[in-house]
């Protein structure tokens, strides 16, 4: 399953990890993703010095999915093993 996180989404979890507002950190910023995965998505940025860069932005709460996952995953394994 793929996401797509919305403008909004993407620009409040860029600006909470780096503690900077996104005027403050990218002369421009391209609103529609490179890229998106299940994990995050991509987006193409140009600092203030004119450096033209990709900014990784992952998905809210993926941590907690992808541990939730290899946990069954492992469960699974084990039920394999022991039958």
Same mark, same amino acid.
């Given at each position: 399953? !793929?996401?797509? !996180? #919305?403008? +909004?989404?993407? #620009? %409040?979890?860029? =600006? @909470?990890?780096?503690? @900077? %507002?996104? +005027?403050?950190? !990218? %002369? +421009? !910023? &391209?609103? &529609?993703? *490179?890229?998106?995965?299940?994990i995050?998505? &991509?987006?193409?940025?140009? *600092?203030?010095?004119?450096? =033209?860069?990709?900014? @990784?932005?992952?998905?809210e709460?993926? @941590?907690?999915?992808i ?5 069954? #995953?492992?469960? *699974? =394994?084990?039920? =394999? &093993? +022991? %039958?």
């Amino acid at each position: 399953m !793929f996401l797509l !996180f #919305c403008l +909004n989404q993407v #620009c %409040s979890t860029i =600006e @909470k990890q780096l503690g @900077k %507002s996104m +005027n403050d950190l !990218f %002369s +421009n !910023f &391209v609103s &529609v993703p *490179l890229a998106t995965a299940s994990i995050a998505q &991509v987006h193409g940025a140009t *600092l203030h010095d004119g450096q =033209e860069v990709v900014v @990784k932005v992952q998905h809210e709460g993926i @941590k907690t999915i992808i541990l939730e996952d290899l946990k069954l #995953c492992a469960g *699974l =394994e084990e039920r =394999e &093993v +022991n %039958s």
